[in-house]
C-alpha cells in the first residue's frame, strides 16, 4: 500500500495502548507479568465469556476431528501421513523501523490490499470499545510522519532494524504429530510480520539485527489488512512494508457500532483500535501484548484452549486453526525486494565485510579490492571474534568458492600480470601472493603480510615509492594491488617435474555394446562430433583450440584408433586383455583436429555401421578409464580394481573424466561416479534414453561440456589471515593432505565449499582475510596462478553476526554437509543434526539478540527469515528422505551434483520457481513474477512454468481458456493436449513465442539442459509435478512450510526452556 495515499478517518492499525489498571498480562506459563494490576479478562489464549466463533463466510474450516482437510488447503494423496490443518490465525504488529519505504507497485500484493473493500465478504465485529472520537483521529493523523522518521519515544532498543518476526504457539502442549512432532492436528500458531526495511543502518553496535517477528492469538476468523503508514511516538506497526508486503500483520479488531458490516477478504479482522481503549498494553520491539480469546459473533467459545496464567481446564478438542500463509515469511517476496532495492546500482567491492546483493538479483560488479560474488560467496561476512562467541551462535563460517566463475559480459575477466622469471611476489613465511591488504613500510622498501605479520624485503625490480597515504604511487596500475581477483603467469617452477605442460586433450570414449547401438544413440554422437570438434575451448582470440582428441570405442574390449594426418584411413587397434590394460599406439592417437579432419570425419562415419550387427551386451568401465589415462600420461603400467585408486592416479597424471550414463536399469552410480567425483569431473544421467525425446537434452549437455572452458591439472590454497584456519572442505576434487584441494579438471560452473573454525581471537579492527589461489594450466597449455582475495569483518556482538548472515550460502553449506553426512550417518540422525542447529542458531538469537517477548513468539533475524522454509525444502529433497519412486542410483547422481552446486544452483534446486504464465501482458519481455511454490498458487485457469535447475515443468489447468490452449499446442481443447509432451510447437502467435521463448532463457541460466514435461491437471503425471511444491506436505512424508515452522518454535522453545 502506499504510504501517499490520503489517509481515511480511522484510527492507524496497530498502535499499542498505554497499560490500564484490570488488565492483568500473564507471561508465557503461568507467571503473572509485572506490568499490570490483574484484570477480569480470559487467560491467554482462553475464551473471554459470551465471544462465540464460527468459521467466516468463504473460510473452509475442518471440524476438530481426523477428517480430511478442507477442499481449499493443499491435500495429501491417499496414504500420506497427516499434519493437521491450521486455521487462520489473527495476526499483531511487530515494531517499528528507522524508514518508511513506498511499496513499489510491481511486487505481489499478498495479504496487502487497499482499504477500501474489495470483495464482498460479510464478517460482523462487536465493539471492543467505544469507537474514537474525530478529535482523536485527526490528532493521531496529524502526529504521523510521512517521511518516515522514527518517532523518539519508540525504545531505542529496536531501532533500525524493523521487526522481530515472532510467531507464538496457540496452545501450550506440544504433542507429538506425524514426524516432526508438531503443534496438534488443526492448530497452529498464528503469525504477525512487522516491518523490515532492507538495508537500514543501525544507530549503535548493539542493537538488535533487524528480525521479522510472529505471534499468536488464539482467535481464527476473517481478517483484512492492515494499514502501512508513518507511526506515532511509541506506536506499534500496522501492516506491511517494503521488504515484506506479503506477510499481513493485525492486531485487534476495532471496535464498530452493533450491527454495522464490514466487507472485505477473507483476510485479516481490521486491527483499528482507538488510543482511548482500555486493555492494551505498550508494546516494545519484537514484544506483544497477550493475545486474545475468541472473538465476537464467531460461535462457541473454544472449550479447551490452554490458558496460560491461569488453572487448566480438563482437556477438550480444540477447533482447526489454519495458520496463514501469507502471514509467513516469503522466500518470493524476500527475492523481489532484493531485486528492488538492489537491483540497479552496482556492487562495489571496496568496503569490507559487505553482504553482497541475493544470487537471484541481476546485479553488476566493480572490483576494488575485494573478490567478486560470482567467485566468493561467505555464510557470514562479520564473524565472531572468539571460538566461544562462534559455538555459542552455532553459524557455520563457511565460504563457497568458485575459481572459474564466468562473468556476464558488461564485466571484465581477471587481469593477467607477468612478473617475468621472477614470478609472483609472496610472503617469505605463509607464502602468501601480493594483495591489496598487504602493507608496504620504510618507504616501500619492505612489506608487512597481511595474512602472518612476516616482514618482507621488496625486490629491486618490485620497488616503488609511497605517497603521503603510504600507499605505492603505482597502487592502481598493479591489478595484484588493486583488485580482489587477478592472474599471474607461473614461472616453470610451478610445473610438474619443472617442465612445461603439453596442450591438454580430450578423449572421447564410445560405449558400442548392443543397447548403446539399438538406441541410435552412437550414430547420433558420431553425427554430433563432426561439428562440434569444431569449437574446442580456445584461449582469448586465439583461431583455433590448441586442445588434441583421441577416439576409443568399447564392450567388453576396447578399440583405440589410428586418426594420423598422412592416413588415407583410420587404423583400429583392438585390446583384448582388459585386466592388463596398456595404449597400443602413441603415435597418430591424439592428434590436431585441423589437421587430422579428413580422417576424423570417416572414423565417426564408419563406428555406426562397423558395430551394427553386434550382439555384445557386455561392458568394461575401469579399463575404459584406465585405457585413457594410460594415454594422456604414455606410460604402461598394470590396471588396478578399485575406483578409487583409479580416481587417485587420474588426479595424479592431470586426468578429469566427465560420464555420460545411459542406464535402463540399476548400474550402480555411487560407484561408477567416485572417478568423475575425484577427478573434477561431471556425471550425466539420462534414464531410459530414446532418441525421439531425450537427443536434444543429450546433444546440448554434450556440447556445454565440450565447450566451456576448463583449467586442468589444478592445485588450490585457501589461506587466512591468523585466528582462522580452513578445517573442512566440500566438492568435486581429491586432497591427498589437509591444505591442498587437486583437480584433474575444474569447469566455470563447479565450485569448492570451505568450512573455516577458530584457532586464535580475531581483532575487530584488523577483520579477517581469506585468499584462493588456483594453480592451473589453461586450455592453450600455459601455467597460470589465479588469486582470488576478500576481507571481512570481526565483531564481539552476536547482532552484528546475525544482520551480516547469508541465508542462501548458509543452505548451499548445510545441503553438502548433510549429503555427505549420509555416507556414514543413518538418515534420521543426519536430518535431527540439521533441525538441531538451526534451532540452536534461531534460539541463540532469540536469546541474546532479539527484545524480551512472550515465550509463545518465534522470532526470526531479518537476514534468516528464509532459514526454516529453505533448510525444509533440503529435508524433503529426495536424498534425505526418499519417497518409494526414487531410486538408489537418482539418489546418489542427486547426492554428488548437489555437491558442486554454487549458491544460485542451490537455490533454485531446493526452492524451485514457478511462473505464471498467462497473468503478464504477453508483449512484456520481462519475466513473469513468480509465486509461491505450493499448490493454493495454482489456478486452474492459468498455465504455469516450474523450473529446479534440472527440470522443466509446464502445468496446465484444466480451465484454460480455448484460445490459449489453441495459440500454445495447436489443438482446440484442453482434454486434445498430449501429456508428457516435451517439445511445444511452433506457431506464429505472441503467446508461443513469448512461452518458447521463456524456455529458452531459463535453459540459457543453466549449467544442464532442462527437458520440458508438459503436465496436465488431474493427470498421473501430476503427483510427479507436486514433489516439487515444496511449501507442500510431500508424499514420502516431508512436512510442509508452516508445519515445519510450527516444528521449529518447538524446538527452539525447549532449548530456550
Same mark, same amino acid.
Given at each position: 500500500?502506499?504510504?501517499?495515499?490520503?489517509?481515511?478517518?480511522?484510527?492507524?492499525?496497530?498502535?499499542?495502548?498505554?497499560?490500564?489498571?484490570?488488565?492483568?498480562?500473564?507471561?508465557?506459563?503461568?507467571?503473572?507479568?509485572?506490568?499490570?494490576?490483574?484484570?477480569?479478562?480470559?487467560?491467554?489464549?482462553?475464551?473471554?465469556?459470551?465471544?462465540?466463533?464460527?468459521?467466516?463466510?468463504?473460510?473452509?474450516?475442518?471440524?476438530?476431528?481426523?477428517?480430511?482437510?478442507?477442499?481449499?488447503?493443499?491435500?495429501?494423496?491417499?496414504?500420506?501421513?497427516?499434519? !493437521?490443518?491450521?486455521?487462520?490465525?489473527?495476526?499483531?504488529?511487530?515494531?517499528?523501523?528507522?524508514?518508511?519505504?513506498?511499496?513499489?507497485?510491481?511486487?505481489?500484493?499478498?495479504?496487502?490490499?487497499?482499504?477500501?473493500?474489495?470483495?464482498?465478504?460479510?464478517?460482523?465485529?462487536?465493539?471492543?470499545?467505544?469507537?474514537?472520537?474525530?478529535?482523536?483521529?485527526?490528532?493521531?493523523?496529524?502526529?504521523?510522519?510521512?517521511?518516515?522518521?522514527?518517532?523518539?519515544?519508540?525504545?531505542?532498543?529496536?531501532?533500525?532494524?524493523?521487526?522481530?518476526?515472532?510467531?507464538?504457539?496457540?496452545?501450550?502442549?506440544?504433542?507429538?504429530?506425524?514426524?516432526?512432532?508438531?503443534?496438534?492436528?488443526?492448530?497452529?500458531?498464528?503469525?504477525?510480520?512487522?516491518?523490515?526495511?532492507?538495508?537500514?543502518?543501525?544507530?549503535?553496535?548493539?542493537?538488535?539485527?533487524?528480525?521479522?517477528?510472529?505471534?499468536?492469538?488464539?482467535?481464527?476468523?476473517?481478517?483484512?489488512?492492515?494499514?502501512?503508514?508513518?507511526?506515532?511516538?511509541? *506506536?506499534?506497526?500496522? !501492516?506491511?512494508?517494503?521488504?515484506?508486503?506479503?506477510?499481513?500483520?493485525?492486531?485487534?479488531?476495532?471496535?464498530?457500532?452493533?450491527?454495522?458490516?464490514?466487507?472485505?477478504?477473507?483476510?485479516?479482522?481490521?486491527?483499528?483500535?482507538?488510543?482511548?481503549?482500555?486493555?492494551?498494553?505498550?508494546?516494545?520491539?519484537?514484544?506483544?501484548?497477550?493475545?486474545?480469546?475468541?472473538?465476537?459473533?464467531?460461535?462457541?467459545?473454544?472449550?479447551? %484452549?490452554?490458558?496460560?496464567?491461569?488453572?487448566?481446564?480438563?482437556?477438550?478438542?480444540?477447533?482447526?486453526? #489454519?495458520? +496463514?500463509?501469507?502471514?509467513?515469511?516469503?522466500?518470493?517476496?524476500?527475492?523481489?525486494?532484493?531485486?528492488?532495492?538492489?537491483?540497479?546500482?552496482?556492487?562495489?567491492?571496496?568496503?569490507?565485510?559487505?553482504?553482497?546483493?541475493?544470487?537471484?538479483?541481476?546485479?553488476?560488479?566493480?572490483?576494488?579490492?575485494?573478490?567478486?560474488?560470482?567467485?566468493?560467496?561467505?555464510?557470514?561476512?562479520?564473524?565472531?571474534?572468539?571460538?566461544?562467541?562462534?559455538?555459542?551462535?552455532?553459524?557455520? @563460517?563457511? %565460504?563457497? /568458492?568458485?575459481?572459474?566463475?564466468?562473468?556476464?559480459?558488461?564485466?571484465?575477466?581477471?587481469?593477467?600480470?607477468?612478473?617475468?622469471?621472477?614470478?609472483?611476489?609472496?610472503?617469505?613465511?605463509?607464502?602468501?601472493?601480493?594483495?591489496?591488504?598487504?602493507?608496504?613500510?620504510?618507504? !616501500?622498501?619492505?612489506?608487512?603480510?597481511?595474512?602472518?605479520?612476516? /616482514?618482507?624485503?621488496?625486490?629491486?625490480?618490485?620497488?616503488?615509492?609511497?605517497?603521503?597515504?603510504?600507499?605505492?604511487?603505482?597502487?592502481?596500475?598493479?591489478?595484484?594491488?588493486?583488485?580482489?581477483?587477478?592472474?599471474?603467469?607461473?614461472?616453470?617452477?610451478?610445473?610438474?617435474?619443472?617442465?612445461?605442460?603439453?596442450?591438454?586433450?580430450?578423449?572421447?570414449?564410445?560405449?558400442?555394446?548392443?543397447?548403446?547401438?539399438?538406441?541410435?544413440?552412437?550414430?547420433?554422437?558420431?553425427?554430433?562430433?563432426?561439428?562440434?570438434?569444431?569449437?574446442?575451448?580456445?584461449?582469448?582470440?586465439?583461431?583455433?583450440?590448441?586442445? #588434441?582428441?583421441?577416439?576409443?570405442?568399447?564392450?567388453?574390449?576396447?578399440?583405440?584408433?589410428?586418426?594420423?594426418?598422412?592416413?588415407?584411413?583410420?587404423?583400429?587397434?583392438?585390446?583384448?586383455?582388459?585386466?592388463?590394460?596398456?595404449?597400443?599406439?602413441?603415435?597418430?592417437? @591424439?592428434?590436431?583436429?585441423?589437421?587430422?579432419?579428413?580422417?576424423?570425419?570417416?572414423?565417426?562415419?564408419?563406428?555406426?555401421?562397423?558395430?551394427?550387427?553386434?550382439?555384445?551386451?557386455?561392458?568394461?568401465?575401469?579399463?575404459?578409464?584406465?585405457?585413457?589415462?594410460?594415454?594422456?600420461?604414455?606410460?604402461?603400467?598394470?590396471?588396478?580394481?578399485?575406483?578409487?585408486?583409479?580416481?587417485?592416479?587420474?588426479?595424479?597424471?592431470?586426468?578429469?573424466?566427465?560420464?555420460?550414463?545411459?542406464?535402463?536399469?540399476?548400474?550402480?552410480?555411487?560407484?561408477?561416479?567416485?572417478?568423475?567425483?575425484?577427478?573434477?569431473?561431471?556425471?550425466?544421467?539420462?534414464?531410459?534414453?530414446?532418441?525421439?525425446?531425450?537427443?536434444?537434452?543429450?546433444?546440448?549437455?554434450?556440447?556445454?561440456?565440450? *565447450?566451456?572452458?576448463?583449467?586442468?591439472?589444478?592445485?588450490?590454497?585457501?589461506?587466512?589471515?591468523?585466528?582462522?584456519?580452513?578445517?573442512?572442505?566440500?566438492?568435486?576434487?581429491?586432497?591427498?593432505?589437509?591444505?591442498?584441494?587437486?583437480?584433474?579438471?575444474?569447469?566455470?560452473?563447479?565450485?569448492?565449499?570451505?568450512?573455516?573454525?577458530?584457532? +586464535?581471537?580475531?581483532?575487530?579492527?584488523?577483520?579477517?582475510?581469506?585468499?584462493?589461489?588456483?594453480?592451473?594450466?589453461?586450455?592453450?597449455?600455459?601455467?597460470?596462478?589465479?588469486?582470488?582475495?576478500?576481507?571481512?569483518?570481526?565483531?564481539?556482538?552476536?547482532?552484528?553476526?546475525?544482520?551480516?548472515?547469508?541465508?542462501?550460502?548458509?543452505?548451499?553449506?548445510?545441503?553438502?554437509?548433510?549429503?555427505?553426512?549420509?555416507?556414514?550417518?543413518?538418515?534420521?540422525?543426519? #536430518?535431527?543434526?540439521?533441525?538441531?542447529?538451526?534451532?540452536?542458531?534461531?534460539?541463540?538469537?532469540?536469546?541474546?539478540?532479539?527484545?524480551?517477548?512472550?515465550?509463545?513468539?518465534? /522470532?526470526?533475524?531479518?537476514?534468516?527469515?528464509?532459514?526454516?522454509?529453505?533448510?525444509?525444502?533440503?529435508?524433503?529433497?529426495?536424498?534425505?528422505?526418499?519417497?518409494?519412486?526414487?531410486?538408489?542410483?537418482?539418489?546418489?547422481?542427486?547426492?554428488?551434483?548437489?555437491?558442486?552446486?554454487?549458491?544460485?544452483?542451490?537455490?533454485?534446486?531446493?526452492?524451485?520457481?514457478?511462473?505464471?504464465?498467462?497473468?503478464?501482458?504477453?508483449?512484456?519481455?520481462?519475466?513473469?513474477?513468480?509465486?509461491?511454490?505450493?499448490?493454493?498458487?495454482?489456478?486452474?485457469? +492459468?498455465?504455469?512454468?516450474?523450473?529446479?535447475?534440472?527440470?522443466?515443468?509446464?502445468?496446465?489447468?484444466?480451465?484454460?481458456?480455448?484460445?490459449?490452449?489453441?495459440?500454445?499446442?495447436?489443438?482446440?481443447?484442453?482434454?486434445?493436449?498430449?501429456?508428457?509432451?516435451?517439445?511445444?510447437?511452433?506457431?506464429?502467435?505472441?503467446?508461443?513465442?513469448?512461452?518458447?521463448?521463456?524456455?529458452?532463457? @531459463?535453459?540459457?541460466?543453466?549449467?544442464?539442459?532442462?527437458?520440458?514435461?508438459?503436465?496436465?491437471?488431474?493427470?498421473?503425471?501430476?503427483? @510427479?509435478?507436486?514433489?516439487?511444491?515444496?511449501?507442500?506436505?510431500?508424499?514420502? !512424508?516431508?512436512?510442509?512450510?508452516?508445519?515445519?515452522?510450527?516444528?521449529?518454535?518447538?524446538?527452539?522453545?525447549?532449548?530456550?526452556?
Amino acid at each position: 500500500m502506499n504510504v501517499n495515499q490520503s489517509a481515511p478517518p480511522v484510527p492507524p492499525f496497530g498502535q499499542p495502548q498505554p497499560v490500564y489498571p484490570g488488565y492483568h498480562q500473564s507471561s508465557y506459563g503461568g507467571q503473572p507479568g509485572s506490568t499490570a494490576p490483574p484484570t477480569s479478562y480470559g487467560a491467554y489464549n482462553g475464551p473471554v465469556p459470551g465471544y462465540q466463533q464460527t468459521p467466516p463466510p468463504g473460510v473452509s474450516r475442518a471440524p476438530p476431528s481426523s477428517e480430511a482437510p478442507p477442499a481449499s488447503t493443499a491435500q495429501a494423496p491417499c496414504g500420506q501421513a497427516a499434519y !493437521g490443518q491450521f486455521g487462520q490465525g489473527d495476526v499483531q504488529n511487530g515494531p517499528s523501523s528507522t524508514v518508511q519505504m513506498q511499496r513499489f507497485p510491481g511486487s505481489q500484493p499478498f495479504g496487502s490490499v487497499p482499504l477500501a473493500p474489495v470483495v464482498s465478504q460479510p464478517a460482523v465485529l462487536q465493539p471492543f470499545g467505544p469507537p474514537p472520537t474525530s478529535a482523536q483521529v485527526t490528532a493521531q493523523l496529524a502526529g504521523m510522519q510521512i517521511s518516515g522518521a522514527v518517532a523518539p519515544a519508540l525504545p531505542p532498543v529496536g531501532l533500525g532494524y524493523g521487526p522481530p518476526t515472532s510467531l507464538a504457539s496457540a496452545s501450550g502442549s506440544f504433542p507429538n504429530s506425524g514426524l516432526y512432532g508438531s503443534y496438534p492436528q488443526g492448530q497452529a500458531p498464528p503469525l504477525s510480520q512487522g516491518q523490515g526495511h532492507f538495508g537500514a543502518q543501525p544507530p549503535q553496535r548493539s542493537a538488535p539485527p533487524q528480525a521479522s517477528s510472529f505471534t499468536s492469538p488464539a482467535s481464527g476468523g476473517p481478517r483484512m489488512p492492515s494499514m502501512t503508514g508513518p507511526l506515532l511516538p511509541g *506506536q506499534g506497526f500496522g !501492516g506491511p512494508s517494503v521488504s515484506q508486503p506479503n506477510h499481513v500483520s493485525s492486531p485487534p479488531p476495532q471496535a464498530l457500532p452493533p450491527g454495522s458490516q464490514m466487507t472485505g477478504p477473507p483476510g485479516p479482522p481490521p486491527p483499528m483500535h482507538s488510543s482511548q481503549q482500555p486493555g492494551y498494553q505498550l508494546q516494545q520491539n519484537g514484544s506483544f501484548g497477550p493475545a486474545r480469546g475468541p472473538q465476537p459473533n464467531y460461535g462457541s467459545p473454544y472449550p479447551g %484452549a490452554s490458558t496460560f496464567g491461569s488453572q487448566p481446564g480438563p482437556p477438550q478438542p480444540l477447533p482447526p486453526k #489454519r495458520l +496463514d500463509p501469507d502471514a509467513i515469511p516469503s522466500p518470493i517476496q524476500v527475492i523481489e525486494d532484493d531485486r528492488n532495492n538492489r537491483g540497479s546500482e552496482p556492487f562495489v567491492t571496496g568496503v569490507r565485510g559487505q553482504v553482497p546483493p541475493l544470487v537471484t538479483t541481476n546485479f553488476l560488479v566493480k572490483d576494488q579490492g575485494n573478490a567478486s560474488p560470482r567467485y566468493i560467496r561467505c555464510t557470514s561476512y562479520n564473524i565472531p571474534c572468539t571460538s566461544d562467541m562462534a559455538k555459542q551462535a552455532q553459524v557455520p @563460517l563457511a %565460504a563457497v /568458492i568458485k575459481p572459474l566463475a564466468r562473468l556476464p559480459p558488461e564485466e571484465a575477466s581477471p587481469y593477467v600480470v607477468d612478473h617475468g622469471e621472477s614470478g609472483p611476489l609472496r610472503c617469505n613465511r605463509c607464502k602468501a601472493y601480493m594483495c591489496p591488504f598487504m602493507q608496504f613500510i620504510e618507504g !616501500g622498501r619492505r612489506f608487512q603480510c597481511c595474512f602472518c605479520s612476516c /616482514i618482507n624485503d621488496v625486490p629491486p625490480q618490485y620497488f616503488q615509492h609511497l605517497d603521503h597515504t603510504g600507499k605505492r604511487v603505482d597502487a592502481y596500475d598493479r591489478p595484484e594491488l588493486s583488485l580482489g581477483s587477478y592472474e599471474f603467469l607461473a614461472t616453470v617452477d610451478y610445473c610438474k617435474n619443472n617442465k612445461f605442460p603439453s596442450p591438454p586433450a580430450f578423449i572421447f570414449m564410445i560405449d558400442v555394446s548392443y543397447n548403446a547401438i539399438r538406441s541410435g544413440l552412437v550414430r547420433l554422437l558420431c553425427e554430433e562430433l563432426k561439428s562440434l570438434l569444431d569449437f574446442l575451448p580456445r584461449e582469448g582470440g586465439a583461431e583455433e583450440s590448441a586442445i #588434441r582428441v583421441g577416439f576409443v570405442t568399447y564392450n567388453k574390449v576396447l578399440h583405440f584408433y589410428n586418426v594420423k594426418s598422412s592416413l588415407a584411413q583410420p587404423q583400429m587397434m583392438v585390446v583384448s586383455d582388459v585386466a592388463d590394460m596398456f595404449v597400443p599406439l602413441l603415435d597418430g592417437f @591424439l592428434v590436431n583436429v585441423s589437421e587430422s579432419r579428413a580422417v576424423i570425419t570417416s572414423l565417426l562415419d564408419q563406428i555406426p555401421e562397423m558395430f551394427a550387427d553386434t550382439r555384445e551386451t557386455e561392458t568394461v568401465f575401469a579399463p575404459v578409464i584406465q585405457a585413457g589415462m594410460e594415454a594422456l600420461k604414455t606410460l604402461f603400467q598394470p590396471q588396478t580394481g578399485a575406483y578409487q585408486t583409479l580416481a587417485k592416479e587420474c588426479v595424479a597424471q592431470g586426468c578429469c573424466v566427465d560420464l555420460f550414463l545411459f542406464p535402463n536399469q540399476y548400474v550402480d552410480v555411487a560407484t561408477l561416479s567416485v572417478v568423475p567425483q575425484l577427478t573434477g569431473g561431471s556425471v550425466y544421467k539420462y534414464a531410459c534414453f530414446q532418441v525421439e525425446n531425450d537427443q536434444e537434452r543429450f546433444l546440448s549437455d554434450l556440447r556445454r561440456d565440450v *565447450q566451456k572452458v576448463v583449467g586442468f591439472d589444478a592445485v588450490m590454497r585457501v589461506r587466512t589471515s591468523t585466528g582462522i584456519r580452513a578445517v573442512d572442505f566440500f566438492g568435486a576434487f581429491y586432497m591427498s593432505n589437509t591444505t591442498d584441494v587437486e583437480l584433474a579438471g575444474l569447469d566455470g560452473d563447479k565450485t569448492v565449499t570451505v568450512e573455516f573454525k577458530h584457532d +586464535d581471537r580475531l581483532n575487530e579492527e584488523s577483520g579477517a582475510l581469506l585468499q584462493c589461489a588456483l594453480l592451473y594450466t589453461s586450455c592453450a597449455g600455459q601455467r597460470r596462478l589465479r588469486i582470488h582475495n576478500l576481507a571481512l569483518n570481526c565483531c564481539t556482538q552476536l547482532a552484528d553476526l546475525y544482520r551480516n548472515c547469508e541465508t542462501d550460502t548458509l543452505i548451499n553449506y548445510m545441503a553438502k554437509f548433510a549429503y555427505r553426512g549420509v555416507l556414514n550417518s543413518p538418515v534420521k540422525t543426519v #536430518r535431527d543434526t540439521l533441525i538441531t542447529q538451526c534451532a540452536q542458531i534461531l534460539a541463540c538469537y532469540r536469546k541474546n539478540c532479539a527484545s524480551p517477548s512472550s515465550a509463545g513468539q518465534l /522470532i526470526l533475524p531479518e537476514c534468516m527469515k528464509l532459514l526454516p522454509v529453505y533448510l525444509n525444502c533440503v529435508l524433503k529433497s529426495d536424498v534425505l528422505q526418499p519417497g518409494a519412486e526414487v531410486t538408489t542410483d537418482d539418489r546418489a547422481y542427486v547426492r554428488q551434483l548437489v555437491t558442486s552446486m554454487d549458491v544460485a544452483e542451490t537455490n533454485v534446486f531446493f526452492y524451485p520457481r514457478l511462473l505464471p504464465l498467462t497473468k503478464s501482458p504477453i508483449e512484456s519481455a520481462t519475466e513473469p513474477p513468480a509465486v509461491r511454490a505450493s499448490e493454493e498458487r495454482l489456478s486452474n485457469g +492459468d498455465i504455469y512454468l516450474l523450473e529446479n535447475g534440472l527440470n522443466l515443468f509446464l502445468w496446465v489447468g484444466a480451465s484454460v481458456q480455448q484460445g490459449v490452449v489453441q495459440s500454445l499446442f495447436s489443438v482446440s481443447s484442453f482434454s486434445q493436449i498430449t501429456s508428457g509432451l516435451s517439445v511445444l510447437p511452433v506457431l506464429d502467435n505472441p503467446l508461443s513465442k513469448k512461452v518458447r521463448g521463456l524456455i529458452d532463457s @531459463l535453459r540459457a541460466q543453466r549449467s544442464r539442459y532442462m527437458k520440458l514435461i508438459v503436465v496436465k491437471q488431474e493427470d498421473k503425471l501430476e503427483m @510427479l509435478f507436486k514433489h516439487f511444491l515444496v511449501e507442500d506436505k510431500s508424499l514420502s !512424508g516431508g512436512a510442509s512450510y508452516v508445519d515445519f515452522l510450527c516444528h521449529m518454535h518447538k524446538e527452539i522453545r525447549q532449548l530456550l526452556s
